[in-house]
């Protein structure tokens, strides 16, 4: 009888060392190829990618028709994701929480038991697009916030684990209400999805016209196999176990994952940088946020080059807006104070 393979959750450091750079590879191929498939959109992949890996909610800013929605489609397609693990809704001022988390098994409820049709829903999905995030009312703001945070979902009162591991979500813009403040910190990246049509006008037109084609003929020519979801929670489960990892030095003294990958002067470049733009730009970085910008720092530079942190890694910071007129700031004022520009 043949044995089942561990879930990425249950490999060991040793195993995934063995598979490491295989599956670097196998990921950039996936990242590159998909960007084929998009006019200009390969900066917003990336980010999908490495928010992905490290799990990390991402945020796509920008007007209607500018392939927002089509972006994570497409990569959940790629993936090879099946439909009862993936989950996407529009979001309004009514959604109702059945809408997101199940509807009231009115049978239980018979019984006794407040419990939910859960199924093909939110609390049973490995992906999830949320479109018009913002627009949610405070009932379902509060489970987002439970579901993101602690990756539960209360049915009577007590707590399940759910499997949600991507979460990608959709905004035309972003609203400065008190109330969602908690929401927008919980997406450390957010990322602008631009009109492309004035400077790539008949690239667009072809483009286009392809994507319409395939969707009629009902082909989806970016399902190329070049890794899955499990390639990117093996790529999630790897980092995470060298973050908890300490190493000697050689001279009896451990060094943790910063010591061995975070160069000291690339380290103090990142402090300058965040002191700049909270101090002379007045952005916003909570605590945790700079927690999260480091996991996002290693995943990046791991992707990109293998492991070591870089300044390059560090445009990162340029995704950390607030508001469309920061997320635009931060577009041009990052590549200059990296000297860039």
């Known amino acids: 009888m043949a044995q089942t393979a561990p879930a990425p959750d249950e490999l060991s450091l040793q195993d995934l060392q063995a598979e490491a750079d295989d599956l670097r590879k196998r990921i950039n191929r996936f990242r590159q190829s998909l960007g084929r498939f ?12 490495v928010a992905a890996i490290a799990q990390e909610p991402l945020l796509l800013v920008g007007p209607p028709g500018t392939a927002k929605s089509d972006l994570v489609l497409k990569f959940k397609d790629a993936l090879q994701v099946r439909e009862d693990e993936y989950f996407e809704y529009m979001l309004t001022r009514f959604t109702e929480p059945s809408e997101i988390i199940g509807a009231i098994d009115i049978k239980e409820l018979r019984d006794g038991r407040y419990l939910r049709k859960k199924e093909g829903k939110l609390p049973t999905a490995r992906i999830a697009f949320l479109d018009e995030i913002f627009k949610s009312n405070s009932a379902i703001l509060n489970i987002l916030l439970t579901i993101i945070n602690e990756k539960k979902f209360y ?13 990608f979500a959709a ?3 972003i609203p400065e209400q008190g109330e969602l ?3 927008k910190d919980r997406f450390v990246l957010k990322v602008e999805s631009r009109s492309v049509q004035d400077e790539h006008f008949q690239e667009l037109i072809d483009m286009g016209l392809q994507a319409e084609a395939y969707k009629n003929l009902n082909q989806r020519p970016w399902v190329e196999g070049h890794c899955t979801l499990d390639d990117l929670l093996k790529a999630n489960r790897y980092m995470t176990l060298l973050f908890s990892r300490r190493q000697g030095d050689g001279r009896g003294e451990e060094q943790n994952d910063r010591a061995i990958f975070f160069p000291a002067d690339v380290f103090r470049e990142f402090q300058r940088l965040v002191k700049t733009l909270v101090r002379e730009d007045r952005i916003f970085i909570s605590d945790r946020k700079l927690v999260k910008l480091y996991k996002l720092f ?9 492991g070591t942190v870089s300044r390059d890694d560090l445009r990162l910071l340029a995704y950390l807006g607030e508001t469309l007129q920061e997320i635009a700031h931060l577009r041009e004022k990052v590549p200059m104070l990296l000297g860039d520009a």
């Open 181 to 183: 403040a908690a929401l």
């Open 155 to 167: 049915q009577e009162g007590k707590p399940e684990p759910v499997p949600l591991r991507i979460l």
């Open 298 to 306: 290693r995943v990046r530079a791991w992707l990109f080059s293998g």
């Open 38 to 49: 998009f006019v200009q959109k390969q900066e917003i992949i990336d980010l999908m990618v």
């Open 171 to 173: 905004t035309n813009e």
